[in-house]
């Protein structure tokens, strides 16, 4: 019988729980260079690395630089570099920092600067709002010509030209992405820009910068950088080619004081993130939200969307069948993580609004009146106004449902289980990881009870076959 989930492959007893890790929409990846949905909006916190987060890079925050290089016309934004050698824009001491990790050949990364870094430039950087520092991480499995791009930029800086040629670069990435010549090809962007083509030739022949390049390569991956673009404003975390309105959003928060949420306090070694945390029943260790005995001996991780249709569909038809037959019995353990998809405008709300009914004890109830009730709010621009009176019927608190509601307090504890899902390589919901004793299944959309109870029984009797594909997720 052909089966419709995917086959799995070993992984270590579950899938560790992680924070704002960015293989994230929009953006470049080692293992995803071409990944969709790239206009999704994200800002994750940022956290210590021992959380397993990205935290902010080194020239994080605004710095006094002491020899700044104004270049060409004065009235232009001003051009420099940190203490840290890294090239900026901008007034070294704007009280916001926004550090830039990028690859010239990523195609997000030129999309972001075609599109939404004039932006940035025009209402940030030249009024002395925002100091733009760039660092280089070039994805060299999937963008050879990658780094030697970024030597060539810093070549052109030796002659105070670096942000001429990042911007040819990147207006010229497809005339020089792929070919093997491509070296030859910046020599020739260095004379169109009026360099001493001699020292320009002899920096990049002889690797002059090649150490400075991998040197951000490096603080870029301590910081959780793993993709491109990637963003780090102040304290907080963007990540991917994404909209002006999310770096207006993120900016102003960086203006205004505020932090991300605290990072969670790393779990003790040996401890499951998903395993159920006593001291708060309901909730793994790593906060997600579960149904079934503790000790059941197959868990289920579904990723899901309260304004997906097939996550509709999966909740009426084959969930139901799943809890009376698995959950039900003490076989399985369903943990929820929200994953909301870019197309659904309404998803990340309702999803907050089961996050504050569980402040008050009533998360599932919240999840099954949003999917019963899906077509009365999908699509609606007073959706948040419609989730208010769920809340009502279902006698929670108005006035602290409202409140968690309107200010945004659950906005973090979404995102973290989107951060997770797109970690974890997931494209679309519902999505579902079926683990036991190290041995996971995946399963790909609202598919029939029938494979479902298939690929649990093959679980549970330890009859599986095949090459295993279920992802790690580090912490």
Same mark, same amino acid.
């Given at each position: 019988?052909?089966?419709?989930?995917?086959?799995?492959?070993?992984?270590?007893?579950?899938?560790?729980?992680?924070?704002?890790?960015?293989?994230?929409?929009?953006?470049?990846?080692?293992?995803?260079?071409?990944?969709?949905?790239?206009?999704? &909006?994200? =800002? +994750?916190?940022? @956290?210590?690395?021992? #959380?397993? $987060?990205? !935290?902010?890079? *080194?020239?994080?925050?605004?710095?006094?630089?002491?020899?700044?290089?104004?270049?060409?016309?004065?009235?232009?934004?001003?051009?420099?570099?940190?203490?840290?050698?890294?090239?900026?824009?901008?007034?070294?001491?704007?009280?916001?920092?926004?550090?830039?990790?990028?690859?010239?050949?990523?195609?997000?990364?030129?999309?972001?600067?075609?599109?939404?870094?004039?932006?940035?430039?025009?209402?940030?950087?030249?009024?002395?709002?925002?100091?733009?520092?760039?660092?280089?991480?070039?994805?060299?499995?999937?963008?050879?010509?990658? &780094?030697? =791009? +970024?030597?060539? @930029?810093?070549?052109? #800086?030796? $002659?105070? !030209?670096?942000? *001429?040629?990042?911007?040819?670069?990147?207006?010229?990435?497809?005339?020089?992405?792929?070919?093997?010549?491509?070296?030859?090809?910046?020599?020739?962007?260095?004379?169109?820009?009026?360099?001493?083509?001699?020292?320009?030739?002899?920096?990049?022949?002889?690797?002059?910068?090649?150490?400075?390049?991998?040197?951000?390569?490096?603080?870029?991956?301590?910081?959780?950088?793993?993709?491109?673009?990637?963003?780090?404003?102040?304290?907080?975390?963007?990540?991917?080619?994404?909209?002006?309105?999310?770096?207006?959003?993120?900016?102003?928060?960086?203006?205004?004081?505020?932090?991300?949420?605290?990072?969670?306090?790393?779990?003790?070694?040996?401890?499951?993130?998903?395993?159920?945390?006593?001291?708060?029943?309901?909730?793994?260790?790593?906060?997600?939200?579960?149904?079934?005995?503790?000790?059941?001996?197959?868990?289920?991780?579904?990723?899901?969307?309260?304004?997906?249709?097939?996550?509709?569909?999966?909740?009426?038809?084959?969930?139901?069948?799943?809890?009376?037959?698995?959950?039900?019995?003490?076989?399985?353990?369903?943990?929820?993580?929200?994953?909301?998809?870019?197309?659904?405008?309404?998803?990340?709300?309702?999803?907050?609004?089961?996050?504050?009914?569980?402040?008050?004890?009533?998360?599932?109830?919240?999840?099954?009146?949003?999917?019963?009730?899906?077509?009365?709010?999908?699509?609606?621009?007073?959706?948040?106004?419609?989730?208010?009176?769920?809340?009502?019927?279902?006698?929670?608190?108005?006035?602290?449902?409202?409140?968690?509601?309107?200010?945004?307090?659950?906005?973090?504890?979404?995102?973290?289980?989107?951060?997770?899902?797109?970690?974890?390589?997931?494209?679309?919901?519902?999505?579902?990881?079926?683990?036991?004793?190290?041995?996971?299944?995946?399963?790909?959309?609202?598919?029939?009870?029938?494979?479902?109870?298939?690929?649990?029984?093959?679980?549970?009797?330890?009859?599986?076959?095949?090459?295993?594909?279920?992802?790690?997720?580090?912490?």
């Amino acid at each position: 019988m052909k089966r419709f989930y995917e086959s799995t492959r070993r992984v270590p007893g579950w899938l560790l729980v992680t924070g704002a890790l960015l293989l994230l929409l929009g953006a470049c990846t080692q293992t995803s260079p071409q990944n969709p949905g790239a206009d999704q &909006a994200t =800002a +994750a916190p940022v @956290a210590a690395a021992t #959380g397993g $987060q990205p !935290q902010p890079a *080194a020239a994080a925050t605004p710095t006094n630089v002491p020899a700044v290089k104004s270049v060409g016309d004065p009235a232009a934004v001003t051009e420099g570099q940190t203490a840290e050698g890294d090239w900026f824009r901008g007034d070294p001491n704007a009280p916001v920092t926004l550090v830039e990790f990028s690859d010239y050949q990523c195609p997000f990364c030129s999309r972001h600067v075609s599109q939404t870094a004039p932006l940035i430039e025009d209402q940030y950087v030249k009024k002395g709002l925002v100091k733009h520092v760039f660092k280089d991480f070039p994805l060299n499995s999937i963008h050879p010509q990658a &780094a030697k =791009a +970024a030597e060539a @930029a810093q070549c052109a #800086g030796a $002659q105070q !030209q670096f942000w *001429a040629m990042h911007d040819k670069l990147f207006a010229l990435q497809q005339a020089w992405s792929g070919k093997t010549e491509a070296p030859e090809i910046f020599k020739e962007y260095a004379v169109d820009l009026g360099l001493d083509s001699a020292a320009f030739n002899e920096c990049l022949d002889s690797g002059q910068f090649a150490a400075e390049v991998a040197k951000d390569l490096q603080e870029g991956a301590q910081s959780g950088v793993t993709g491109t673009p990637a963003f780090f404003i102040n304290a907080w975390f963007v990540s991917g080619a994404q909209s002006f309105e999310v770096f207006q959003q993120t900016i102003s928060k960086a203006q205004s004081g505020q932090l991300p949420a605290p990072t969670p306090t790393p779990l003790p070694q040996g401890v499951d993130p998903f395993a159920p945390d006593p001291a708060h029943p309901g909730l793994t260790y790593s906060g997600y939200h579960y149904r079934g005995n503790s000790a059941a001996p197959i868990l289920i991780i579904e990723f899901s969307d309260f304004q997906c249709p097939y996550c509709l569909q999966h909740y009426q038809q084959a969930e139901p069948k799943i809890d009376t037959n698995w959950v039900d019995k003490d076989l399985v353990r369903m943990v929820f993580v929200h994953f909301p998809l870019p197309i659904h405008p309404q998803a990340p709300k309702a999803a907050e609004a089961s996050e504050c009914a569980a402040t008050q004890g009533k998360f599932w109830e919240m999840h099954d009146v949003l999917f019963s009730k899906q077509a009365l709010w999908s699509g609606k621009s007073n959706a948040p106004e419609i989730f208010k009176t769920y809340a009502h019927d279902l006698g929670l608190d108005a006035g602290k449902f409202n409140e968690c509601l309107d200010s945004g307090q659950m906005e973090a504890k979404v995102q973290d289980g989107l951060d997770l899902g797109q970690q974890a390589q997931v494209r679309g919901t519902p999505n579902f990881f079926l683990i036991k004793d190290g041995q996971g299944t995946r399963i790909p959309g609202a598919l029939p009870y029938e494979q479902f109870d298939q690929a649990l029984t093959e679980i549970l009797t330890g009859a599986q076959q095949g090459p295993q594909t279920a992802p790690t997720v580090t912490q």
